[in-house]
Each structure stands twice: as C-alpha cells, then as structure tokens.
C-alpha cells in the first residue's frame, strides 16, 4: 500500500499516525539487534517505516535485503531511501525493480551526495521524473523537504537568505510538480521554522502532505553532530538546558523526550496528523514520546487481526490463516510466498496451495535469541522428566524462549490458560501452541482483542502439543466421552489418527464488526497440518537437539521424543460451555 494513501486515511479520519526510520547496522549482531528492536516497535502499529541507503549507493545490497525483510518478515508497510548521483542508471532501476518485485511500493527519492562525475543524475528531480516515467503511478514518491533550506544553501551565519530560501522552495515546488506525493522533513528543533515551512510551501501551491521529521534527543555529543551536519538552528533555550546536563546521559534522554512531546503536541495541534522519527535504530526515546503523546498505549496492542497482517501488495487482503504457525509467522511466510493467490475471506481449498520446502531459513536464528535458547534450553536432559519440565517452566512463563516459537515469551491470552497448560505438561502433554475459548469478548481487549473497537471476537479453545502413543491412545477414548472435542494426531512418519476428515477445515477464531460480514482469521486444516507437521519434527533435532555439543548424551533424549512422539491438535468445538482441560483431568 501507498504510503500516502494511508495519510490521506489519516487526514480523512482525523487520526494521528506516526512512522519510523531506521538505518542498516554495520555488523551482523547490528543486524540481528536491529530486527528484534524493529519487531517490538512495530507492534505499535506504525504507518510505515524507512531504510536509509548509504552514501553514493554504498550499501545497496544490505539495504534492499532489510527492506524485503521489513516489508515481508516484520510485515510493516516499507519506504526505502533511493539516492542518484553517482550512481549509473542500471544500479538505480535494478533498486526499483528490486523493491517491486518484493511487494514494496514506496520510495524516499534523494539526490544524495554532490555529483562528483560528470553523467548521470544530478539531482532528486531527475530521480522523480524517472520513476513516473518508468513506473509510472506504481510507486508512491516521497521527497524531502528543508524547513531552515537544504544546508547547502545555509550561510556561515547559520541561516539561508531570503533568496536562498525562496529558490529551495521552488525546486521542491518542481520535485511535487513532477510527481511527488509526500514531503519528508529534514529533522528541526524549532516548531515555529517548521510552521512557517509548512505555510509557505501552500502559499505556493504545495498541496502534497508535509510530515516533519523528529529526531529524540538521545545523547549530547550525537545531538551536537547531527545538528552540525545539517545546520539545524538550536533554540536559545534547548541550547543551555543541553549544556547545564551534558555529563548526566540520563538527564539528557529525559529532556530530549520531553523537548520531543512538546514538539509534537504543537505540531499536531495545527492540524499536521503524521509524525515521522528518526530513530537512530534506538527505541526509548521514540517510544516515550509516543506513550506520551498517546498515540500509542504501553501494555495495549491494537491488531487488524490476531496476527500482524503482511504488507507485500500481494498478499494484502490475504485475512486468513492455519493456526499452526501462529508462534512462527514469519516461517509461515517463507513457505507461502510463491503463492498466486492468498485466502480471503474463507480458507478454501486447502489442497490447492503448495506449501514451500523446509529449509535453513525455517531454523535459523538471530544470534541474540540463539543465545536465549542456549541459555534457557540446552541444559542436561536425562529423561523424558526432564523434558515435560521445560515446557512447564515455559508455560508458566519462567522462560522466555521456546524452539517452536519465533515470539518472545508467553502471549497475553495464553497466560489466561498458562496454569493448566503447565499442569498438562507435566503429565507428559508437551504444549506448543494453544488459544483459550472466548465468547464475545470486546474487540478492544488487551488480552484477546483484535479488529479494533466496536466488534465482538470469538474462539475455539485450541491445544497443540506432542505426547507417547499410549498417552494418546488414552485421550483418544476420553474423547469419545466428549462429542464437542475434534482432534488430528500424527507421529513424525505419518501414521494419523483422527475423527475428523482431511478437508474439513474449522474456523477457531472470528470477529462480529459494525457493518461488515464476519471474519474468520484462523482455522484448523487437517491438510495443512500435515505440512507443518513435518516443521514441528524438525524443530527437535535442528531447533533443539543441535543446541547441545554432538556427543552430548542429551540429543538422545531429544531424538527419542522426537521418533517416538505424536503431534496433537485438539479442538473444543463448544466455546460457550466447553472445557478442553477437562479430559486430562481423567487421565
């Protein structure tokens, strides 16, 4: 989706919004930060969020791979920034059809640094008229724009001429003429330069949104060099706060995000509803200022549905998926991108899609949660004990990893149930995924709630766990005691047992809104479980197993599991009176 398009939403409804910016880290731990940062501010919700491309084109490879993460992995609406000079054309398209081909739709244009070549771009503008003319109304363009004038039209005294200033104006007026939808602006410390800006850009017939950039004050030295950088005018008075607390790092966090807040609260008390953070790839100040603002809520995360919906244009309207990937989205992903079509509405024909290949990417992880999962998994194991322990520990949330989950610890609806699926476990029913029953709960609840305000949400409790034959054997004849429980069993080499057809797909989650037919975002699918089953094996030995040293006597204990166990799925079907806990009471 067009990023402006979603401000236009925004303008329409008379909400504010807010987006982020981030740049590519230089290491590979960097990287790995970065995405778990980037997946905790992204469940705010913001609009969209922008990669920085290096100097001169210096990091295009690096660029567009966080970008394709970005827009297809975290699932947040991605800009990527595109700079032209010095740069030959065929690097420039192989950028743009490089963002297209990965469902991206929005591109920062940028000059960046002074042509040092002759050829070539040299400018954004050349840049703009580029892409409307190669692609016509596909992308969305954003520009920047430079409320004190660009710095290279500053003076030595620190501020353009009226000239200067005038002229800055009329090229960005040209950069909007030739197909500009967006403004972006270079960050600023004086809300009334801003204004101002504002002001006159409509003066002169700018009618595009402006969006002002807002950099937290995190540190002196790094406010000192950014400032410097682009000749940002410093008020008198944010000047000899900084210096009074310069020593104190704390002190100078706490005023920046309070020169933040303040900022923004003017800024959208004249109308303006998008706020744009350069973040420096550090969360606390942004989101500070956020929570204070109250634009977005500390333990409250708002959902279009009970996962993160993807952003790839292709898969936009895609609302409905198998449960079981639920702790591994992004795996889910992965193996469905090559997909023509994606389920709207109703789940359909199962058999239809092919499910991508198991590969590394499925068992990989960053190295900061590898670590985590060393840490809290890879103890010594001398029995089938020792393992019922874990997933106990876990469910009672005294861990904060889990080989089965790409999420940090235990989500707010299972702790509802994190009692008795720790009970459960410790009877040797190895709980990996599960959802408690809900029967027309607010669909703004903090716990369970998704699709916004003013709708009713709805499921069927949901177990998924691994347990011995003779354990199912025995559940399998409780069930039968309890008509309202369907269940899918199969071991790792395939061998089902079930009371319910291959293609009879069950909606576990749905919503009731306001003037829209209900929706019914997850579903069990005997078919597709058959798929994931083949992951969920896998994660024993190549999630697990291999976090110990080969000779370790503890992958035996793991692999026994692993060659002897069933994977369940266990579904009660009456949500109002049901109990799914029930029968494992008996056993």
Same mark, same amino acid.
């Given at each position: 989706m067009k990023v402006i398009d979603k401000i236009k939403q925004a303008i329409n409804n008379d909400t504010?919004?807010?987006?982020?910016?981030?740049?590519?880290?230089?290491?590979?731990?960097?990287?790995?930060?970065?995405?778990?940062r980037m997946d905790r501010m992204a469940s705010h919700n913001p609009a969209f969020c922008d990669i920085t491309w290096g100097a001169n084109g210096s990091t295009p490879d690096l660029t567009l791979e966080i970008a394709n993460r970005m827009q297809n992995l975290v699932c947040v609406e991605t800009m990527m920034h595109l700079t032209c000079t010095n740069m030959p054309l065929e690097k420039i398209d192989n950028a743009l059809q490089s963002i297209k081909s990965y469902g991206m739709q929005n591109v920062l244009a940028l000059r960046g640094d002074k042509p040092r070549t002759a050829g070539g771009y040299e400018c954004a503008l050349d840049l703009v008229k580029h892409i409307r003319l190669k692609y016509d109304d596909y992308f969305g363009i954003t520009v920047a724009g430079y409320p004190e004038a660009h710095p290279d039209s500053i003076g030595p005294n620190g501020v353009a001429s009226p000239e200067a200033y005038q002229n800055d104006l009329a090229y960005l007026k040209s950069k909007f003429a030739a197909g500009a939808d967006l403004i972006v602006t270079q960050l600023f410390y004086d809300t009334d330069i801003f204004l101002k800006f504002v002001n006159d850009c409509h003066q002169i017939g700018i009618t595009c949104p402006i969006v002002p950039g807002i950099m937290p004050i995190n540190n002196y030295k790094g406010f000192l060099r950014m400032t410097s950088f682009c000749k940002t005018k410093i008020p008198a008075e944010i000047t000899s706060t900084m210096e009074l607390i310069k020593d104190n790092e704390e002190a100078v966090r706490n005023y920046g995000i309070h020169i933040g807040t303040e900022m923004c609260k003017k800024i959208l008390a004249h109308g303006i509803k998008t706020l744009h953070f350069y973040t420096l790839n550090m969360e606390i100040s942004a989101i500070a200022i956020l929570l204070n603002l109250g634009l977005i809520q500390e333990n409250k995360i708002l959902r279009s549905l009970p996962w993160r919906r993807a952003t790839n244009v292709s898969r936009v309207n895609e609302d409905v998926r198998p449960?079981?990937?639920?702790?591994?989205?992004?795996?889910?992903?992965?193996?469905?991108?090559?997909? +023509? %079509? $994606?389920?709207?509405?109703?789940? /359909?024909?199962?058999?239809?899609?092919?499910?991508?290949? &198991?590969?590394?990417? !499925?068992?990989?992880?960053?190295?900061?949660?590898?670590?985590?999962?060393?840490?809290?998994?890879?103890?010594?194991?001398?029995?089938?004990?020792?393992?019922? +322990? %874990? $997933?106990?520990?876990?469910?009672? /949330?005294?861990?904060?990893?889990?080989?089965?989950?790409? &999420?940090?610890?235990? !989500?707010?609806?299972?702790?509802?149930?994190?009692?008795?699926?720790?009970?459960?476990?410790?009877?040797?029913?190895?709980?990996?995924?599960?959802?408690?029953?809900?029967?027309g709960?607010?669909?703004?609840?903090?716990?369970?709630?998704?699709?916004?305000?003013?709708?009713?949400?709805?499921?069927?409790?949901?177990?998924e766990f691994f347990c011995s034959k003779d354990m199912l054997n025995a559940l399998v004849m409780i069930c039968k005691g309890f008509p309202f429980l369907t269940y899918v069993a199969v071991n790792k080499e395939g061998c089902l047992v079930s009371n319910v057809g291959l293609a009879d797909v069950n909606a576990v989650t749905w919503g009731v809104f306001p003037i829209m037919e209900i929706i019914q975002p997850t579903v069990v699918d005997p078919a597709s479980f058959m798929i994931w089953k083949d992951e969920a094996f896998e994660i024993w030995s190549r999630g697990w197993a291999e976090l110990y040293p080969e000779s370790d006597p503890s992958r035996k204990v793991i692999h026994k599991v692993q060659s002897s166990y069933y994977l369940v799925s266990l579904v009660d079907n009456d949500y109002v009176h049901g109990d799914i806990f029930a029968p494992f009471s008996e056993l």
């Open positions: 504010p919004i807010f987006s982020l910016e981030f740049f590519p880290p230089k290491t590979g731990d960097g990287i790995d930060n970065l995405f778990e449960i079981f990937w639920a702790n591994r989205p992004k795996s889910y992903i992965s193996r469905t991108i090559c997909w +023509e %079509k $994606f389920p709207c509405g109703r789940w /359909g024909d199962s058999f239809n899609p092919s499910f991508g290949a &198991l590969c590394d990417y !499925q068992f990989v992880h960053p190295h900061a949660r590898d670590k985590r999962l060393k840490e809290e998994w890879a103890v010594p194991l001398n029995d089938i004990e020792d393992i019922q +322990e %874990k $997933f106990w520990a876990y469910c009672l /949330g005294k861990l904060k990893s889990n080989p089965w989950s790409e &999420l940090d610890g235990l !989500q707010p609806e299972t702790r509802i149930i994190s009692e008795q699926l720790g009970y459960i476990s410790l009877k040797g029913f190895l709980t990996i995924n599960s959802q408690p029953a809900v029967n709960e607010n669909s703004d609840s903090h716990t369970v709630g998704w699709g916004g305000p003013g709708g009713y949400v709805y499921q069927k409790a949901y177990l």
